[in-house]
């Protein structure tokens, strides 16, 4: 048996060991960020009927605003949330323009009440939606974002626009020149002829004007049915790994031996509970979930064996001499490799689910397996 086998079955032992206490500890990471995140709280206004709870369920990845889940928080406010999706969402069910005055006062009552709270409580921002269809805003309407402007951001959302080439009521509504940040046109629901439209453009609008503390909760709550906010988790998940890769390159920076590469997998393992949080994905859906069935109760079983085994080979460095060392530039380059193949695969098991075609564990190894060996060579970018 050559140094480099010897090694890795070294390496391949001692990872086997730690990988149960390193999965639970994984998921034990996730369930606290996903307790402790700082969530964006979202005030939507608008009359009955314009499609406000069809827009929620169109943006985020879960159906949050269900019929009747919402809390009760005044006779015309109702709070949404929903367990692993961290945002909040404040709705004025049932508004009409007889009771506009009431749900207004309502409306600023609640914004009032949680200015003193906790950052985790104040709301950050309103959209106030309008049904573009209707072609038609009310002075009670104008009166009311007049008004709400004063105490929080406002974003036009008009609702309903199977139209693009129908630009009347959105030029009427500009020469208003009402006080809110942005005017979007929003379709979301696909039908016959008529696509979905406009929910990227909000996306992008109000992740600019939320606070950058709960910036990484919306991009979480992102559905991953539309590409452009994959992209955004995407993103966002590559700038938290150049983090990862530094304290890994820090580790190493006083090289350790090859045998001791386990060494760094606590930060890697940090690391893809981060990224699975972004993506959105609960615990049990996670990579590492994946190979849960290759898990033995003395160690990892034969999947598991196969794919830490191919990973390593893919090192050159390993065995090539006697009590060979692990650099600070190798450890980051394992890092940044190990967190783009997770990204793939997390992708690769949202597109399926999409599809309702269930996820084949050989597929996933074999698809981190050529992810790691396309990316770990790969310079690690900057953090700029």
């Known amino acids: 048996m050559d140094d480099k086998t010897k090694t890795i079955n070294t390496i391949i032992n001692k990872i086997s ?66 367990e692993g999706v961290p945002v909040i969402i404040y709705d004025t069910r049932g508004m009409e323009l ?15 009440s949680l200015k003193g709270a906790s950052g985790k409580d104040i709301i950050h921002l309103s959209w106030y939606c309008i049904d573009y269809n209707g072609g038609r805003i009310e002075d009670e309407e104008i009166d009311f974002i007049k008004e709400l402007s004063k105490k929080l951001t406002v974003i036009m959302v008009l609702t309903k626009d199977f139209f693009p080439k129908k630009n009347e009521f959105y030029e009427e509504l500009k020469k208003i020149n009402l006080p809110v940040t942005n005017i979007v046109r929003v379709n979301s629901i696909a039908e016959e002829n008529i696509p979905k439209r406009g929910l990227v453009e909000l996306e992008q609008i109000t992740r600019q004007c939320l606070p950058q503390a709960v910036q990484k909760a919306f991009v979480s709550s992102l ?44 930060t890697q393992i940090t690391m893809l509970a981060h990224i699975t949080v972004i993506y959105g994905l609960s615990p049990e859906k996670g990579l590492l979930s994946a190979f849960a069935g290759t898990l033995g109760t003395t160690g990892v079983g034969m999947g598991a064996r196969w794919i830490i085994g191919n990973l390593l080979k893919l090192i050159p460095a390993i065995g090539t001499f006697a009590g060979g060392l692990i650099s600070g530039g190798i450890a980051a380059s394992i890092t940044f490799g190990l967190g783009m193949a997770y990204i793939k695969v997390l992708e690769y098991i949202m597109n399926k689910k999409t599809q309702g075609i269930q996820v084949k564990e050989n597929e996933v190894l074999e698809l981190a397996k050529n992810e790691f060996k396309a990316n770990r060579e790969k310079n690690v970018p900057s953090e700029n």
């Open 223 to 266: 559905s991953y049915k539309i590409e452009k906010f994959l992209e955004e988790k995407r993103s966002l998940s590559k700038k938290w790994m150049v983090g990862y890769c530094s304290a890994t390159f820090a580790e190493g920076f006083t090289p350790i031996p090859f045998s001791d590469i386990v060494l760094i997998l606590p």
């Open 98 to 112: 007889n009771n506009i005055a009431e749900v207004k006062e309502q409306v600023n009552q609640q914004i009032e």
């Open 17 to 82: 060991e730690s990988i149960p206490n390193l999965f639970g500890k994984m998921i034990e990471l996730m369930e606290k960020e996903y307790k402790n995140i700082d969530k964006p709280n979202i005030i939507i206004v608008g009359r009955s009927g314009v499609g406000k709870s069809t827009l929620v369920n169109a943006l985020f990845r879960e159906e949050i605003a269900e019929t009747g889940v919402g809390k009760p928080i005044t006779k015309n406010i109702r709070k949404y949330e929903k």
